[in-house]
């Protein structure tokens, strides 16, 4: 027993700084190639966002047909003080990549900010899949390599705001940064036994070619060691939870991580039995994933698509998001006429877009110009937070 302690503490001693050297580097050869001067317009980005009270990081995805639905979001969620990182799939063919690369490479601001990067390396994502969350997982990790920011937010290209992000800036400016927007519940209903007992393979995990997923003749039991729970597979995640899930010394992230390497629709659950299951983390919790989603009834394995007849609801829901939506529907222009002030082409309408369109990029405004947007989601945001609405549907129950 001498021997092993002994050999552990130079062993860990090791470890500790082979992490504090290595693993940076590693992340770094993951990082997606900027499309602007990276010193110069990285640097611009950050001066920019410390003007500001708080700013967020932008994971968007996208597959196969959808370059249009995710430049027209990244119009409508662009501000130069948050940061993006787009994914277009495995699936999507060359053409579809050149069309986004275009996109960005041409863009005078996103080059101006240089904060607007494209993952190189594409995931292939199956429907279903763990694959979806290790695409999250290394999003993350880019991220927090790359730039400094105080929210997470996952979005598709099938998501669109409802409100801007001025709006989003006056919001969340007065929460805590530790808060956790993560729409959670114990009760698994009918989950335990289709998607938890259930054991499955995701070929997209050893494959290139995406195929469905590959499911095992015996189940598995309910675990013991830590308690499910299930969820939205969109949120806003702090830092420092984010830190917790890639970087954390605890090893809770990682055992969960090969648990939910076998569970279907992963994304759904995986997020909110770390968070749930972790004593420094459970209280952040904020039960809500800041979306408007309308179901059928009974609810399908997918949310209804959203319209005009929806677009009231979407607005006093308080929510800044909603989905999900079809490429070109007229909703979307009655959404970017009447809450963003967006033109076709053109970013939302805030503090600093009139100037930076104009090219004047030296005098760019920081003033937040927030509007009805930002109060009804302080608002809603006041409600899911209060003391009240806490014990009602409580945290990690």
């Known amino acids: 027993m001498g021997g092993i302690k002994d050999f552990m503490v130079p062993f860990l001693i090791a470890s500790f700084f082979l992490s504090i050297f ?4 590693l992340l770094l050869r993951t990082l997606p190639t900027t499309i602007a001067n990276t010193a110069t317009a990285v640097s611009s980005a950050r001066n920019f966002s410390e003007s500001f009270p708080v700013n967020f990081a932008y994971l968007v995805s996208a597959s196969k047909g959808d370059v249009n639905k995710l430049t027209r979001v990244l119009y409508a969620i662009y501000h130069p003080a948050n940061y993006y990182l787009l994914h277009l799939d495995l699936e999507a063919s060359e053409e579809e990549r050149t069309r986004l690369w275009e996109f960005v490479s041409g863009n005078k601001i996103f080059a101006e900010f240089g904060n607007v990067w494209i ?6 994502v199956t429907y279903r899949g763990p694959t979806m969350l290790s695409n999250t997982l290394h999003s993350m990790a880019i991220l927090l390599r790359t730039c400094k920011w105080d929210w997470f937010i996952n979005l598709s290209a099938s998501d669109y705001p409802v409100v801007t992000q ?67 597979a969109w949120m806003a995640l702090s830092r420092s939870f984010t830190e917790y899930c890639i970087i954390g010394w605890d090893n809770l992230p990682r055992t969960l991580l090969l648990y939910y390497t076998n569970f279907i629709s992963s994304p759904e659950g995986y997020f909110q039995t770390v968070i749930c299951n972790s004593k420094d983390h459970r209280n952040t919790t904020l039960n809500h994933d800041l979306h408007f989603v309308k179901w059928d009834n009974p609810p399908r394995q997918h949310p209804a698509i959203l319209g005009s007849k929806d677009f009231r609801k979407m607005i006093i829901s308080g929510a800044p998001f909603a ?17 963003l002030g967006r033109q076709k082409g053109k970013f939302t309408y805030s503090g600093w877009s009139a100037e930076m369109e104009s090219g004047n990029w030296k005098n760019a405004s920081v003033v937040i ?17 209060s003391a009240e609405q806490l014990g009602k549907r409580g945290q990690c129950r």
């Open 119 to 124: 993952v190189k390396k594409s995931n292939l």
């Open 166 to 232: 001025d709006d989003m800036i006056f919001a969340f400016s007065k929460l805590p940064k530790q808060y956790n927007f993560i729409h959670h519940t114990s009760n698994l209903g009918w989950k335990l036994n289709k998607r938890a007992k259930p054991i499955v393979i995701d070929p997209g995990i050893y494959s290139k070619n995406k195929s469905n997923l590959i499911w095992a003749s015996k189940e598995r039991g309910a675990p013991d060691a830590f308690k499910l729970f299930t969820g939205s």
């Open 22 to 25: 290595f693993l940076p580097t």
């Open 369 to 385: 110009k927030n509007g009805a947007g930002g109060r009804r989601l302080k608002a809603l945001m006041s409600k899911i937070s």
């Open 323 to 339: 989905r999900k939506f079809k490429e070109g529907d007229p909703v979307l222009n009655k959404i970017d006429k009447e809450i």
